[in-house]
């Protein structure tokens, strides 16, 4: 069983910084490959904010790229949102999802539990 653990969202105004953590726990994770930010306001639709290959080839949602940036550690089965010069657009409940596999070789695709960001003066 794989869980993922979030952290890091909260109140800021605008223009300000957010780090965003997700990390998984199992002990019978074996590998996890693509990993991926996904956001939610009220109203809209699920869209996806970030992605990060296992050898950190990176892709952006057009409208966070230079402002947002995700990251890695394979060891430590985490992964990172690294938010800046935030909008109040960028409000939303946000959500780590990870794709990989456990022992021996079964698939897992995985969500966190969500984090709630709000950007508002």
């Known amino acids: 069983q794989v869980q993922l653990a979030e952290s890091g969202g909260g109140l800021v105004q605008p223009g300000g910084s957010l780090r965003l953590s997700c990390a998984a726990s199992?002990?019978?994770?074996?590998?996890?490959?693509?990993v991926g930010w996904l956001r939610q306001a009220p109203g809209k639709q699920r869209e996806l904010v970030a992605t990060?290959?296992?050898?950190?080839?990176?892709n952006y949602l057009d409208s966070v790229k230079g402002r947002f940036t995700i990251s890695r550690d394979n060891a430590k089965n985490t992964v990172w949102l690294q938010m800046n010069s935030l909008k109040p657009e960028d409000t939303a409940v946000y959500y780590c999802n990870m794709k990989g596999r456990t022992k021996p070789y079964s698939p897992f695709d995985q969500w966190g539990q969500g984090t709630q960001v709000t950007v508002s003066s």
């Open positions: 199992g002990s019978n994770i074996l590998t996890i490959s693509d």
């Open positions: 990060i290959t296992r050898g950190g080839t990176t």
